[in-house]
């Protein structure tokens, strides 16, 4: 299911994950606008990407009568008219705070407001059906659940990762934590989960297909929904000329829904002087998406909120006798992870140290090691099974809902479908266990590194799962990164955010929270907007 906002078909690339398991043939040269002048290049350049915060969910008013035939390919659209679109989009971006810190500015990502530029979007809405919508929204209470049922079956999680144990460190290291935890007998009594459902739209089949399910650090909850507030209001300026009704574009909550669950967990804990804490990684450019959610927080729900990396957790926390996490002084209600969730987070046994303080400590986390682990891409995979769901769900129609929107998933233990990616690696991608985009692989490397592997007759096998590549329809759109408007074909991934919270029986909260749209060039295998692959977009209902 995959844990971080990590990464998967397409992945805003920023803390948490995904990358992508789609493909499609390559685009023509693009256009590429400036707002002072228009210049010709052959592609979408590379560049990487950090998000920026607030969102705001006003209502804008849009007379549908009175629209002319909406604009069906953007790359139609009057040079002059894109111009004042574009321009708009960037005073707009720069006057809401939807930025990132610049990757050429050393110091964006230690000290706010230095080297700020705005986050690459799309500069209009991506049409997408209704039907799949509400479908995906549907799904994200019965994942919630999913997810909070697999947790809290221990054995499950370590005999279903054991052999990638043995090949894979970090999950490895992740295993060690969580088993220590089930040798304590540490009862969890309140559990946390901010989570978000990555999909993709299938073009043969028009069914709506899961890509993975991030249960650490999913990103872009800040950065969102100001992309939706954005395109609400190109749309209602230019309804004329574009023939779009803004009210077709979803309110997106996911900035306040998720600061909402947060103060829920906060006041759970009954302790009105402790803070949220914030795991974050060294220099991150993406902090903005980040103090959308903890100002909406402090300014909604007084709640404050501390930033630590997990080095200054391990150098300034410590856990008072009574399991109180205490850090730089300050008593630790929750733990909202926004990093830890790769390798590189922990480049010295002093994070490990820090990640095993948090996991111990009578802190709510967000997400403990279980729900971290549930998230893993082998435990997506296992669930995928004949028979897997009913183990930990009851409710048959959720069950079906469930299982149709999973996509082909195998184990590299199954020989058929090793036999049939070798024949045909392109249908074919093949996913470690690791989250933040980039990590997947596609093609011919499919069929060498399964060759491989099996030539070695290791066990790196357990590393890797195989996944049906998703095809989405591949559609023209104009991207705005850097301040320049790109004429790109282009495949979306719609992310679906969540939160669960329960306090022993009680479920306080298990609901939708708003969505995640990323745009990416179609002849990018990968999906990262953090990591420069694509770009944050909204949804047009049609």
Request: aromatic share 8%; net charge negative; hydrophobic share 35%.
């Amino acid at each position: 299911m995959g844990a971080a906002c990590s990464s998967s078909p397409l992945s805003l690339s920023l803390p948490n994950h995904h990358s992508s398991t789609l493909h499609h043939p390559k685009s023509p040269p693009n256009f590429i606008i400036s707002p002072y002048n228009l210049t010709y290049y052959s592609h979408f350049p590379k560049s990487s990407m950090n998000s920026p915060p607030k969102c705001s969910s006003t209502t804008t008013n849009s007379s549908t009568n009175s629209l002319k035939t909406p604009i069906s390919d953007p790359h139609s659209i009057d040079s002059e008219l894109v111009q004042k679109l574009v321009h708009d989009a960037l005073v707009w971006s720069s006057l809401h705070g939807l930025v990132v810190g610049e990757r050429n500015v050393e110091r964006s990502g230690l000290v706010p407001g230095v080297g700020m530029v705005h986050a690459p979007i799309a500069l209009l809405p991506n049409s997408f059906p209704e039907a799949q919508w509400n479908q995906a929204c549907e799904l994200a209470p019965i994942f919630n659940e999913l997810v909070d049922r697999v947790s809290l079956d221990g054995k499950f999680l370590q005999d279903t990762l054991s052999r990638t144990k043995k090949v894979d460190a970090f999950t490895s290291r992740l295993l060690d934590i969580h088993s220590r935890m089930l040798q304590s007998g540490k009862k969890e009594d309140i559990r946390l989960g901010l989570h978000r459902s990555d999909y993709m739209l299938d073009e043969k089949t028009n069914l709506l297909l899961q890509i993975e399910l991030n249960t650490i650090s999913c990103s872009f909850s800040g950065l969102s929904c100001l992309v939706s507030e954005l395109h609400r209001s190109l749309l209602s300026h230019y309804t004329k000329p574009l023939g779009l009704d803004s009210q077709k574009v979803p309110i997106n909550v996911s900035a306040s829904k998720f600061a909402e669950v947060l103060a829920k967990a906060w006041a759970e804990y009954s302790n009105p002087s402790a803070v949220v804490l914030v795991v974050v990684q060294p220099g991150e450019r993406n902090m903005y998406d980040q103090h959308w959610l903890t100002a909406t927080l402090k300014e909604k729900h007084n709640v404050t909120s501390i930033r630590k990396t997990l080095a200054e957790i391990d150098a300034q926390g410590k856990i008072l006798s009574d399991g109180t996490l205490q850090v730089d002084g300050e008593t630790v209600a929750v733990i909202y992870f926004r990093a830890g969730y790769a390798p590189t987070d922990y480049p010295s046994e002093s994070e490990w140290k820090a990640r095993l303080l948090m996991e111990e400590s009578s802190a709510i986390k967000c997400p403990s090691i279980s729900y971290h682990l549930t998230g893993t891409k082998k435990v997506q995979q296992e669930l995928a099974k004949p028979n897997m769901l009913e183990r930990f769900l009851e409710n048959k129609d959720d069950i079906e809902k469930l299982r149709g929107c999973f996509a082909g998933l195998w184990s590299l233990d199954d020989s058929d479908a090793v036999k049939n990616a070798i024949r045909q690696p392109e249908a074919y991608v093949m996913k470690p266990q690791r989250e933040g985009g980039g990590n997947n692989i596609y093609g011919d490397d499919v069929k060498e590194t399964l060759l491989r592997l099996q030539k070695e007759g290791s066990e790196e096998e357990a590393a890797y799962i195989l996944m049906q590549r998703i095809f989405p329809t591949v559609f023209p759109t104009l991207l705005v990164r850097e301040g320049i408007c790109y004429k790109e074909h282009a495949i979306s991934e719609l992310g679906i955010f969540s939160a669960y919270l329960r306090n022993k029986e009680t479920v306080i909260s298990n609901e939708q929270c708003g969505y995640l749209m990323r745009t990416k060039v179609s002849s990018s295998n990968e999906g990262g907007v953090a990591a420069g692959f694509a770009v944050l977009d909204s949804l047009y209902l049609s």
